[in-house]
């Protein structure tokens, strides 16, 4: 089942621009990650942000998380034509136990930064 | 730099056959997860092992079978390949649960069974 749910589902925007993808999730969480996927490729860790932590910093990444919310939101600050890609939110919830890193990701957001 | 390989970009195989995806990480983490990501649906997990010898199911374990013999390999097994198993498939692992790192993703297998 898909915990996060980002939106959009689609973004696009000129270069040097600001963008800003959201992601809401249903249940506890330990930490929440975002990746992100160049075309027909894997994926590439981003950032993490754990539940206890309100806002992290990663060059020109900003993620915020609202535990309350049960939401989370990735700032990408001027925005570069490489930055063109698919962006994922994903969640290791918490559901008692041991979790063994298992994470539920969410559909993805597909960004295009125009040059 | 660390790594995940998986052993084919592109597969192509018949209705049927027994398919096997390999995937080998270079870091020694314990924790390896397979995926499969189809437009619409995005990333659904199929099979995680957390040490040699051991696997859990994930959300869509069915026509799907792992092993996990050595810590730095773990093989996805379709054991009678059908159409709707057409996909991209991911391999990943991490260490200490990925609350630290994240997970290390492979580059992919696009499979396509005819």
């Known amino acids: 089942s898909q915990q996060g749910e980002e939106d959009p589902q689609a973004l696009s925007i000129q270069e040097g621009e600001n963008a800003t993808m959201n992601c809401s999730y249903k249940?506890?969480?330990?930490?929440l990650q975002w990746y992100r996927q160049n075309s027909g490729r894997g994926l590439v860790h981003l950032i993490l942000i754990r539940s206890n932590e309100r806002e992290k910093h990663s060059g020109r990444l900003r993620v915020t998380l609202d535990t309350s919310k049960k939401s989370s939101s990735l700032l990408i600050t001027a925005s570069r034509a490489a930055d063109t890609a698919s962006y994922f939110c994903?969640?290791?919830?918490?559901?008692?136990?041991?979790?063994?890193?298992?994470?539920?990701f969410g559909q993805g957001t597909i960004l295009t930064v125009h040059p | 730099d660390v790594k995940v390989t998986q052993s084919s970009r592109y597969l192509v195989k018949r209705t049927g056959e027994k398919v096997f995806l390999e995937c080998v990480q270079d870091?020694?983490?314990?924790?390896m997860f397979w995926y499969r990501q189809d437009p619409g649906l995005g990333l659904r997990l199929i099979y995680f092992s957390y040490d040699v010898k051991m696997k859990e199911k994930g959300d869509i374990p069915e026509g799907y079978s792992v092993s996990r013999e050595k810590k730095e390999r773990f093989s996805l097994i379709l054991e009678s390949a059908s159409t709707n198993q057409t996909s991209m498939y991911l391999c990943?692992?991490?260490?200490?649960?990925?609350?630290?790192?994240?997970?290390?993703f492979g580059s992919g297998t696009r499979l396509t069974v005819v």
């Open positions: 990943a692992s991490t260490i200490e649960g990925g609350r630290i790192y994240g997970y290390t």
């Open positions: 870091m020694d983490h314990e924790n």
């Open positions: 249940t506890s969480i330990n930490n």
């Open positions: 994903a969640t290791e919830n918490n559901a008692g136990g041991t979790s063994y890193g298992k994470l539920t």
